[in-house]
């Protein structure tokens, strides 16, 4: 039995044969699949391969008189839970961004209040022109979500960014996107669909109720910059995504949100608190100050451990030295000293990014911090590293270990949100 409907959006590059792989994925996990194409990707797949594998007429355009439904656009949007796009490329993407509709796909997207999924495709320095960046940012913000595409060779025969994310990690994140929006597929989800459909906005854009209103969460996010001298600092690979995920879904499940985000390369969530602490120093500083009014703490920032004992005034020169020492001092854990000032209720949750023993170190973290939650992770994991959209975590409870496949970090924070109820609730 079919569980979700996908409206399956191939665009015109190279890896739109692997939209069939895609395709196939879907239907053996149960889903139903309607496709549509631009008439640039039918140059590389034909709609027969897609029309003989779902049984039904794929649409490349609204005016063609062999399409059997006069209205196609709007019936196609209206009649899917979520609309992939695979491959994407920089032009869909840019009509998409822009509201353009000048052929079926795009006009279906302008029709559509399902949940978007978009897997980009294309030639690194198209991906990399801040044109299409721009694009996918303005899409973000839209609520759109991104399968990255991921580094390798390309069919242009260059190395770099732009080749598309495996089909596997594509079906698995459009899965779970659904599945963190409508909750679990089953039964249930029929009477959900029957509810998405009279009012569509209340999938995945605006998925949960507001089961956290009346709490203050209090966030950090991002990595933290140490200053050596007023030129150079010691920083990680945090984006942030991870603790700005956290932050979007506590404030779309109502809960008062304020950030104090250091160093961060993802985009914030829009209408949320933010406070920029870029040390550690500074960080640890901005939470105090906001802690007494929180009654959740959630610890995603990577904050240094250790920072120049002595930060130079003025720049550092080489003197012709062939090497030179820094001396580093232990920086305030933050998470812990929170801890230490717990006020009745607050609850804690801290992030243990490991390379190897994750639980066990998150365990000991936990014990040692007095934490309520724990998320671990395992850095090393394809996936699961900084920067990527995606994670691979344990979330570690007083009441048993929930261990989760890849999923976004959107779909982790909702996991993460419900575990904190359950805590609430215990
Ligand atoms: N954390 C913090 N303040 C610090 C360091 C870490 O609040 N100065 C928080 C992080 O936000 C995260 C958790 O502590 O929630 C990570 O725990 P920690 O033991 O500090 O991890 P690591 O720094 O990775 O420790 P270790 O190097 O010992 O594994």
């Not at 069939?20 to 053996?28: A, H, S």
């Not at 996107?177 to 029957?194: C, F, I, Q, S, V």
Request: glycine share 8%; net charge neutral.
């Amino acid at each position: 039995m079919a569980t979700y409907r996908i409206g399956l959006g191939v665009s015109g590059g190279i890896a739109a044969y692997k939209a069939v792989e895609v395709m196939r994925l879907l239907q053996k996990s149960g889903c139903e699949v309607s496709v549509a194409m631009t008439k640039h990707a039918t140059e590389f797949v034909q709609p027969l391969t897609f029309r003989a594998l779902t049984d039904k007429h794929v649409i490349v355009d609204d005016y063609d008189p062999a399409n059997p439904d006069p209205i196609a656009h709007i019936n196609f949007s209206q009649q899917i839970d979520l609309l992939l796009i695979v491959p994407a490329t920089a032009n869909i993407i840019a009509k998409f961004a822009n509201g353009v509709a000048d052929d079926f796909l795009s006009s279906t997207y302008l029709a559509s209040s399902a949940p978007v999924l978009i897997a980009p495709a294309m030639n690194t320095t198209m991906w990399e022109n801040p044109a299409t960046q721009r694009n996918i940012e303005q899409l973000k913000k839209d609520g759109v979500h991104f399968v990255e595409p991921v580094a390798g060779e390309l069919a242009c025969k260059t190395v770099g960014t732009g080749k598309l994310e495996d089909v596997e990690n594509i079906v698995r994140q459009a899965l779970e996107l659904l599945d963190a929006g409508t909750g679990r597929r089953g039964d249930a989800e029929k009477g959900r669909r029957r509810e998405a459909e009279k009012n569509p906005k209340s999938q995945i854009r605006n998925p949960k109720s507001k089961d956290l209103s009346g709490e203050r969460m209090l966030i950090t996010v991002g990595g933290t910059r140490e200053a050596i001298d007023p030129v150079r600092f010691i920083s990680n690979h945090s984006s942030g995504k991870m603790g700005f995920a956290v932050a979007e879904a506590g404030h779309a499940r109502g809960a008062n949100v304020t950030i104090v985000a250091g160093v961060t390369t993802a985009e914030p969530p829009a209408g949320i608190k933010l406070t920029r602490a870029f040390s550690a120093e500074e960080m640890h500083e901005a939470v105090m100050k906001e802690l007494p009014n929180a009654t959740v703490f959630v610890g995603a920032a990577a904050v240094a451990d250790y920072a120049p004992a002595n930060s130079a005034s003025s720049k550092i020169k080489k003197d012709g030295k062939d090497s030179m020492t820094l001396e580093l001092k232990k920086t305030p854990d933050i998470l812990t000293d929170v801890s230490a000032h717990r006020t009745n209720g607050l609850l804690i949750v801290g992030f243990a990014a490991e390379t190897n023993d994750v639980v066990e170190y998150a365990r000991s973290k936990m014990k040692k911090k007095n934490l309520d939650i724990v998320v671990a992770n395992d850095i090393t994991q394809e996936g699961a590293g900084f920067n990527t959209d995606t994670n691979i975590a344990t979330i570690l409870t007083p009441s048993g270990d929930v261990e989760l496949p890849l999923m976004s970090k959107r779909a982790l924070a909702d996991k993460i949100l419900d575990e904190v109820i359950r805590r609430r609730r215990s």
